[in-house]
C-alpha cells in the first residue's frame, strides 16, 4: 500500500463513522472532518486536518500506523471531530 491508497483508506473511514453517527443522531453531519490524535506523551491529543492527521501515521511511503477504528467525537454545525484508534506495528 503507498501513501495515496491509505489516503484513501483513512477518508472512507472517516466517511463511514460519519454516516454511522448520522443514523444514530438521525441528522446530517459536516463533512469539515478535523481529528484528534492522541500518543505517547500525548494524553490530552493534538487536533489537526485529515491532512496532518495522515502525515503522523505515515512512517514512510509505503508503512503506516494501523488505524483499528474511527469514532465521531464531536459535532457542530460547522465540523465534524473524529479520533481514530490507532496501533503501531512494534
Known amino acids: 500500500m503507498d501513501k495515496e491508497e491509505f489516503q484513501k483508506l483513512f477518508e ?4 463511514k463513522a ?4 448520522e443514523e444514530k443522531l438521525g441528522r446530517t453531519l459536516s463533512r469539515k472532518f478535523f481529528i484528534k490524535l ?3 506523551g500525548n494524553p490530552s491529543g493534538t487536533i489537526m486536518s485529515v491532512a496532518s492527521a495522515i502525515r503522523v501515521l505515515s512512517i514512510d511511503e509505503h508503512l503506516f500506523y494501523r ?3 474511527v469514532a465521531v467525537i464531536e459535532v457542530s454545525k460547522e465540523q465534524t471531530g473524529l479520533e ?3 496501533k503501531s506495528w512494534r
Open 12 to 15: 472512507d473511514a472517516l466517511e
Open 18 to 21: 460519519a454516516c454511522n453517527a
Open 38 to 40: 492522541y500518543g505517547p
Open 67 to 69: 488505524v483499528i477504528d
Open 84 to 86: 481514530p484508534i490507532w
